[in-house]
């Protein structure tokens, strides 16, 4: 029997940090819970909700024009919600919604240990069956599977019961189909990825192995350790690779790589790399693709990234406020924070993000980009104490690839960096002003003490970039210690004058 430690990973302890609802602006917010009786609830098996509606911890969801299905691991069952519907009206792995027992009556065709990924085509639904290693498939209307992956009949549950080859399963977690019958599937015990043809329980391809019979892990462009979700669409095949905290794309007709997101490259294998951003993922679990782009459950940073297609820098980001922050349920448990989330789908319309607490959030789609940083574009000049700035200075928002945030209104802030300059020195003026088309135009700024200060720029979300300088002259009339030429500001100027006084050359 398999270990369920080779799924569960480890859910950081991090301390939950409290924001204000100012902060909310730049989230996306779910618009349909599952498993809770509303936003603001997080409790595994939540006795609030019917037995048809409870989740303990949902690990997967597919979505198609019937409805959904999400699988909870820990009642060992899969439930199938149609629509728009909260309450389930069908369940796999369980002779009814009350019971929550693995293998409950034994391993058969109608029994599940430890569900983890679940997927649906035309033609029916499969379930990766973890502990049982193996994979069912269930004829749409039916709650019976007639089909088994890995395992050569529906009452066994040996982990590579035919040894490592094309017909073996150990531990699979992800499933994908490619709308023909053809299913693919994470064989995350084996670090590879399995192809089965439509209607074969025999896999005829095999990524991130050299061959079938081979279980290597590695950090390359044809090597995996532990993949996880996987994906498919008309241009080839996405893989989470959960060990190495990357997510790999391979062309149709390749096992070689093109593509990687989440590092910088094929053979780096850090998590967050360079810190946490826009194309750094850390135990990333889920994926999805869809026509607009690449999704991924980026697991114990508590989010879900978005990647335009043709684009390596993630443009969307559900669960945080921007791209570096790593925050478990910020703000308490709203519709807009996650708690370490496993896995992320897609439908016509919404997002769907499998959170911790046994719930399901759905959430609108959308490609717009979010802006991800705000910095200065010009910086201030500074002038005599109390008079305004000689250069007025104006800051840009802008998106996670750099380029200008036009779809940014709010406020920017410019402010003195604690304990710069003068203790006693003001900024004076107005400093907050709303972007227009994401630039911020400050225009009577002022500080009131002469010294030198570090100004920065700051919105309720994005982080602090790096601050710029500005030297605040003395009031005109009043007299600065050292200023020797009587400019109001004592500078290298200054310093040459007194030299020169110094060495007789001049007089004060």
Known sequence: MMNRNLFGGLILAVSLMVFSTACVRAQIIADRVYGQPDFATALPGNSAVPPNARINLPYDVAAGPEGVYISDNYYHRVLFFPGEAVEATAVYGQPNFESLSPNNGGVSANSLNYPWGVARDSFGVYIADGNNNRVLFYPHGSTTATRVYGQPSFTSNKANYYGLNENSLF???????????????ADTGNNRVLFFPPNSTTATKVWGQPKFTTNYQGASDTAVSSPRGIAVDSEGLYVVDYNNHRALFFPHGSTTATRVYGQPDFTSFFPNDGGCGPNTLQQPLGCAVDETGFYVDDYLNSRALFWPHGSNVASVVYGQTDFTTVRLNWNGVTPYGFYAPRSVT????????????????????????????????TAPVGARAGQPFEVQPSAVVRYSNGAQATNYTGNVR????????????????????????????????????????ELMVTTATFPIPETVSVTIGAAPGESLAGDVNGDGFFNVADVAATLKIAAGLSTP
Request: glycine share 14%; hydrophobic share 35%.
């Open 414 to 453: 410019i402010r003195i960096k604690p304990g710069s300059g003068p203790s006693c020195g003001t900024l004076l003026g107005t400093t907050t002003v709303s972007a227009v088309a994401g630039i911020a135009t400050f225009t009577n700024l002022a500080i009131d003490k002469p010294g030198t200060y």
């Open 346 to 377: 897609t439908d016509a319309t919404g997002v769907y993000v499998c959170d911790f607490g046994g719930r399901v959030l759905r959430f609108p789609k959308t490609t717009t980009p979010m802006a991800a940083s705000v910095s200065f574009l």
């Open 171 to 185: 531990g699979p977690s992800f499933l994908a189909t490619d709308g023909t019958g053809g299913l693919y599937v």
